[in-house]
Structure formats: C-alpha cells, structure tokens
C-alpha cells in the first residue's frame, strides 16, 4: 500500500505498514502463527530466523502504530506492563525518574516494587504543575514519565511545556498515551521522545486481547529497544498482533463516536441534581479546559463523577443494566467502576484522598452504544440513589 506522506490520520490507521500479502495477494495481514523459518540455503534467509526476533504480523502492527503516533519505529509487547518495563531498561542502577502521581497503579508497583531493587528511584509529582516537575529533576535524572490524563481523575499534563523542560534538563521525556489514543492526542508531535500504550484498551477497542506497545523517536533508543525486545523475550504473539491491527483500522470512527459519547454522558451527568462533580476537561467549566482543547481532538469516552459517599455509589453501579460493572477501559462496551475499592483498590487511602480518589466516586468508559439507551440506563440507575 502506498501512502504519500500527506496521508491523514484514519488513512494512515487503516493501510500504515501493511501490504497485500505477497504469496497470496491477501489484502489482511495473515496471521503467521510459526514459530521458525525454512532457510533458502546455510546463510540465505528471506530476511526471518526465529519468532521471538521477527514475526510478519508483529511487525506489521509495530509499523502501523509507529505511524499512527508519528514516531520512527515500534515495538509490540505481551502486554502494556512489558512495554513500561522494556522502557525501563533505558535506564541504569544510580538514574531518577520524575514520575506522574497520579500514574496507573500498575506502573507504580513496578517502578517502586521492583525496579527500586535495582537502584532506580523515583519521585512523584503532580506533572500538571511544571514547577513542581523542575523542582523534583536532579543531575540523576534521566526520565520523565507522564499519563495526561491521569486516571480517573482526568488531570492533564501540558505536553509541549513539559518536552521543553525535560530537554533543557537532558531528560526523555516519555508519554503514557493509553487513556486518550493518538487519535485525541499525538505526544510526538509535542516533543515526547517515547511513547506507550497499553493495546488492550483503545487502541486494540475490542476487548478481546492484552498488548503493549512502545513507539519511538530516537536512534538510539530504537536500536536498544529492538536488542531488548529480542533479549528479554516478552513480543506480542502473532493472533493479538492480529486483533490490534484490525482494531486500528476503524481506530478513528470508534474514537468519534467515543468522543461525542462521553461529551453527552458528562453534560448529562453535571446537569444531574444528585451528581456533585464531573471529571471531564472538554467541559467549558472545566479548569483545564483550555489546555485540553489545545492539545487534544475531544476527551474520549472516560469520565468520571462524584456521587458523595460510598452508599450512593454502590446503589448507582448495582442498579445500571447496560454498563457494565468491571474494570479496563477503551473497549466498544461502556464499562463503569469504582475506583477506591476496584482499580485504586492498592493505593494508601491518605493518597486516594490527596488525588480526589473518594469512596462516592464513580468511573465510566463511555463505549459506542446508543447514547440514549446509555442516558437511560444512567438515569434510571441514579433514580435509585
Ligand atoms: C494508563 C495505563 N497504562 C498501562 C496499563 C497496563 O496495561 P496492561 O494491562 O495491558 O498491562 C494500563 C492498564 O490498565 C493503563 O490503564
């Protein structure tokens, strides 16, 4: 497939490192579920040894979302946790990590669980305020590592100012993109020299595969990348790689449709008498409205609201029938959760309080359904509340 490099966004996410089989003429990627390959003669392959190192479906996908994020190169992992952990491995024992406070709380039990074993440390800090950011970098830092927005509390972080500071400082600085999608924002295009994802969320939409990806800019980088992917082992298998490259081709319809959805469900929610708060930056009343209309296209379908206290909360998620009561996020089903006692379950309650992490709050991914079957289904579930 021929791309000029004027092609737009959902072109790019629907042809972008894929070409028509070449034995077959196949206009999908098949699924090369193999394991080696038969060598022409000693020393004369077709350019594939072993499928840890190089799988056509794998890299496939790792080109599609290379151009997807606008990055040089990508490379896919078993999950998003093995991409953040292969990331890691830039660093060595004695370097600092200036960390969002507000980071997924897997991502914090591996930089202070485990990566602290190896003489890595890290400092937490609000990332919205670049102050505070500056402040926490010392000579020993090498990485500044940023969710925008965090969850569930949808605080963003200004992704220009903070690649200015982190490169007059001599830091990466590397983006979690997992909550908004490259389709809401491109940190690349900002001055991010990494980015991540978990592809188990929006970017694979179909909640039916676990993956992670790490799209990057520098030579550097890459080739260390490429060597640790092979090294350590942990590549997305041939099927999910698979699944994520059909989730990318209707990536930018399905964000639409996020993006109007969660906009509908969060002017609904902040017009309800029995809800206190609405998390949602693409709201004018919003703080960082401005922000979030400079660099993102929409919010998405996550939000999040303040019902008051714990009781209220349970009344609302045991009573909707249509959103689903579970964790994850990004996928076409609208899902809806409870953070204190779900995903934010491990964080110290002192924390939980400080983030706005209350027991009266409630999540929800916002899916492609009907929006009013999903207004509905909200209403008739806060009547009991
Ligand atoms: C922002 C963010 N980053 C990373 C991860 C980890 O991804 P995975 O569950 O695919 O390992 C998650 C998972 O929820 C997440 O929400």
Known sequence: ????????????????????????????????????YVQDELGKHKGYEYARTQNPTRMALERNLAAIEGGKAGFAFASGMAAIGAIATLLKSGDHVVVSDNTYGGTFRLFDKVLTRYQLCFTYVDTSRLDEVERAITPATRMLFVETPTNP??????????????????????????????????????????????????LNGHSDSVGGIVVATRDDDIEWLKFVQNAEGAILGPFDSWLVLRGTKTLALRMQQHNANGLALAQFLSTHPKVKHVYYPWLPAHPQYELAQRQMRGFGGMLAFELGSLEAARRLLNSVRLHALAESLGGVETLISHPATMTHASVPPETRARIGITDGLVRISAGIE????????LARALDAV
């Open 153 to 202: 509390v949808m605080r963003l972080t200004d992704l220009r100012a903070a690649a200015d500071l982190a490169h007059r400082r001599s830091v990466r600085l590397v983006v979690d993109n997992t909550f908004a999608s490259p389709y809401i924002q491109r940190p690349i295009e900002f001055g991010a020299d990494l980015v991540t994802h978990s592809t188990t969320k929006y």
């Open 370 to 377: 009907d929006i009013d079957d999903l207004k509905e289904d």
């Open 1 to 36: 497939m021929k791309l000029t490099s004027r092609a737009r966004f959902s072109t790019v996410c629907l042809h972008a490192g894929q070409d028509p089989d070449p034995s077959t003429g196949a206009i999908i990627t098949p699924i090369y579920q193999t394991s080696t």
